[in-house]
């Protein structure tokens, strides 16, 4: 662990961007926020393959808030070529084909009016971690690590599981899809998985990372079915976990609240508190959004319990994915994503139900479910924390 942890400090940028619907001040707003920074020519050398990484998590239109916003990917490649970088997007979608995933998002003609290749992260590199915190070993897509350079675009959204996606987890995206699952069955306490995360994002580290908060996501069924919120802004920095605690607190979630922010700082693969970043640009103060609704989170809570306390509670305290019988089409998505496979119909195929004592409370469910079937039931230590 860095001996002079305590001294560090970070530096992050964060600038207004009213909307997407002008593409050329999107790009204005962007090249005003890495101006902060020293420019795109301190991230980008001529001649050097440039992975733009957005969050592609699945299919959704962009005006769902679910992914990075073509305008941003969009004005992101060009400053990349500016630079005389040579852009790819690429990322590994958490359902659905990458080619479907692309053209949805708007990643398809993006790439094709810009100038861009589309990549999908898939090919299988076996690489060690020196100074992991938990994971010694990791599966990561070659794609990424044979790029001279990664720029990450995130979005701001809530997480049912994690609290918060950002630009830590949104480097979760150079594992290969289907190994993320062995990931989350592996590592069912959030902790762990949080710690995982960092050990991705440190093996592959990106130059800059991007974050597009012109449009985020509330609520508690964050990242994908949860209510697109408007902030209007911009957020960049070098440091993804210092991104991520300007960024969370900016929506009021204080950053030790969430397990990326928190450990990373402790272990030294970012800077986490506040009072330890430079924010240039705006002021925290005069874009800080008050009614923005937070994940209302008891995995952390419940984990804490004793082993054999938790096993025999963990059903009525903590928060738990339920079925939507109304809503759901069978169309099996979220039977297929299950790690711990705790999801099956019903006799006489009635609909699908899932076993709790199985369920690692991953929220793949909620995530993958295209027709927002999967809601989050309130455990006993939700309901008392807001009494």
Same mark, same amino acid.
């Given at each position: 662990?860095?001996? @002079? =942890?305590?001294?560090? $400090?970070?530096?992050?940028?964060?600038? &207004?961007? $009213?909307?997407?619907?002008?593409?050329?001040?999107?790009?204005?707003?962007?090249?005003?926020?890495?101006?902060?920074?020293?420019?795109?020519?301190?991230?980008?050398?001529?001649?050097?393959?440039?992975?733009?990484?957005?969050?592609?998590?699945?299919?959704?239109?962009?005006?769902?808030?679910?992914?990075?916003?073509?305008?941003?990917?969009?004005?992101?490649?060009?400053?990349?070529?500016?630079?005389?970088?040579?852009?790819?997007?690429?990322?590994? /979608?958490?359902?659905? &084909?990458?080619?479907?995933?692309?053209?949805?998002?708007?990643?398809?003609?993006?790439?094709?009016?810009?100038?861009?290749?589309?990549?999908?992260?898939?090919?299988?590199?076996?690489?060690?971690?020196?100074?992991?915190?938990?994971?010694?070993?990791?599966?990561?897509?070659?794609?990424?690590?044979?790029?001279?350079?990664?720029?990450?675009?995130?979005?701001?959204?809530?997480?049912?599981?994690?609290?918060?996606?950002?630009?830590?987890?949104?480097?979760?995206?150079?594992?290969?899809?289907?190994?993320?699952?062995?990931?989350?069955?592996?590592?069912?306490?959030?902790?762990?998985?949080?710690?995982?995360?960092?050990?991705?994002?440190?093996?592959?580290?990106? $130059?800059?990372?991007?974050?597009?908060?012109?449009?985020?996501?509330?609520?508690? =069924?964050? /990242?994908?079915?949860?209510?697109? =919120?408007?902030?209007?802004?911009?957020?960049?920095?070098?440091?993804?976990?210092?991104?991520?605690?300007?960024?969370?607190?900016?929506?009021?979630?204080?950053?030790?609240?969430? %397990?990326?922010?928190?450990?990373?700082?402790?272990?030294?693969?970012?800077?986490?508190?506040?009072?330890?970043? &430079?924010?240039?640009?705006?002021?925290?103060?005069?874009?800080?959004?008050?009614?923005?609704?937070?994940? =209302?989170?008891?995995?952390?809570?419940?984990?804490?319990?004793? /082993?054999?306390?938790?096993?025999?509670?963990?059903?009525?305290?903590?928060?738990?994915?339920?079925? @939507?019988?109304?809503?759901?089409?069978?169309?099996?998505?979220?039977?297929?994503?299950?790690? %711990?496979?705790?999801?099956?119909?019903?006799?006489?195929?009635?609909?699908?139900?899932?076993?709790?004592?199985?369920?690692?409370?991953?929220?793949?469910?909620?995530?993958?479910? %295209?027709?927002?079937?999967?809601?989050? &039931?309130?455990?006993?230590?939700?309901?008392?924390?807001?009494?």
């Amino acid at each position: 662990m860095d001996s @002079n =942890k305590h001294d560090r $400090r970070a530096v992050v940028a964060v600038v &207004k961007c $009213r909307d997407y619907s002008d593409r050329e001040a999107v790009y204005r707003g962007l090249e005003g926020l890495l101006n902060h920074l020293g420019g795109i020519e301190n991230f980008v050398n001529r001649g050097e393959r440039v992975l733009i990484k957005p969050n592609l998590l699945a299919g959704d239109p962009p005006d769902k808030a679910v992914t990075t916003h073509p305008s941003v990917v969009a004005g992101m490649v060009r400053l990349v070529k500016e630079a005389g970088g040579v852009p790819f997007i690429g990322d590994s /979608p958490g359902t659905g &084909k990458f080619e479907s995933v692309c053209g949805r998002t708007g990643m398809t003609d993006v790439a094709e009016k810009y100038g861009a290749t589309l990549v999908r992260l898939c090919t299988r590199a076996d690489i060690a971690i020196p100074n992991a915190i938990l994971m010694k070993r990791l599966v990561v897509a070659r794609e990424a690590l044979d790029a001279d350079a990664i720029i990450s675009i995130s979005k701001l959204k809530t997480h049912t599981y994690t609290a918060f996606t950002g630009a830590v987890k949104n480097m979760f995206g150079v594992v290969p899809g289907v190994l993320k699952s062995n990931y989350h069955l592996g590592l069912p306490g959030v902790d762990d998985f949080a710690k995982m995360l960092l050990d991705v994002y440190a093996a592959v580290p990106a $130059r800059l990372h991007v974050m597009d908060a012109v449009w985020g996501m509330e609520g508690q =069924k964050g /990242p994908r079915a949860g209510r697109p =919120k408007h902030l209007g802004l911009l957020i960049a920095g070098t440091d993804g976990v210092a991104v991520d605690a300007v960024a969370s607190r900016i929506v009021e979630i204080k950053p030790r609240f969430i %397990p990326t922010t928190r450990i990373g700082h402790a272990e030294g693969k970012g800077v986490g508190k506040l009072e330890q970043i &430079k924010v240039i640009g705006e002021l925290l103060e005069d874009v800080r959004v008050t009614d923005f609704e937070a994940v =209302k989170r008891t995995v952390g809570i419940a984990d804490r319990l004793p /082993p054999f306390l938790f096993r025999l509670l963990r059903n009525h305290l903590s928060n738990k994915p339920r079925i @939507n019988p109304r809503a759901c089409k069978l169309c099996m998505t979220c039977f297929k994503a299950c790690p %711990p496979q705790a999801i099956h119909r019903r006799r006489k195929n009635t609909g699908l139900v899932i076993d709790y004592n199985k369920c690692i409370r991953c929220y793949c469910c909620l995530e993958s479910c %295209p027709h927002d079937a999967v809601d989050v &039931k309130q455990g006993v230590l939700t309901k008392l924390r807001r009494r």
